[in-house]
């Protein structure tokens, strides 16, 4: 599995673990909405800056964005 697709399974199951939208999370993050999206389909790679700060929104440690699902 692709670290994209990692990332995207594991930012999609916290928000909405948080109920958070898309829109509410991109503007806490500071992120814009059509970047947010493009990262939770895994089409595009996150900084660690952009996952330190959806880490941040989301009350998670950043590493948690990058574990693979199950472990």
Sequence with gaps: MDLRDVLAINLRRLRHAK??????????????RSYLSQIEKGKYYASLKIIEKLAGVLEVEAWELLKLPGE
Excluded: K, T
Aim: hydrophobic share 35%.
């Design 19 to 32: 109920e958070l939208s898309q829109d509410d999370l991109a503007y806490e993050a500071e992120v814009s």
